[in-house]
């Protein structure tokens, strides 16, 4: 079946945080401008280093077309990269987040 081997742990991992930051988290970041500001940033720099690791005339980064769905943007970046990117650096944000309102004594 297409896209189960990269797509749906990449899915999976945005449900995930998407989950824990709006049900048990509540750290309020998503309500944030400077979160999505620094969700620019990183598409900023990972387009064109993913871009440049997975472009099809010169691929570094090989993926098995059997295991993403085939969605491919800007510059031949599988859409799975940024479920992954998101769900990745969201998932740091909040735990740093967390930890500063634990050391501060925030309510949650």
């Known amino acids: 079946m297409a ?3 990269y797509t749906l742990p990449a899915a999976t991992a945005v449900v995930i945080v998407c989950v824990a930051e709006c049900a048990v988290l509540r750290t309020g970041l998503f309500r944030r401008p400077a979160y999505w500001l620094t969700m620019v940033i990183v598409l900023g720099f ?3 280093v993913d871009g440049w690791l997975s472009r099809l005339d010169a691929p570094i980064v090989l993926y098995n077309q059997k295991h993403i769905l085939g969605l491919r943007f800007p510059w031949d970046i599988p859409v799975e990269d940024f479920l992954f990117g ?3 650096v969201t998932s740091v944000l909040l735990s740093w987040e967390r930890a500063r309102q634990r050391r501060e004594g925030a309510p949650r």
Do not use: E, R, Y
């Open 86 to 88: 998101f769900a990745l």
């Open 3 to 5: 896209g189960i081997g």
């Open 46 to 48: 990972q387009i064109p």
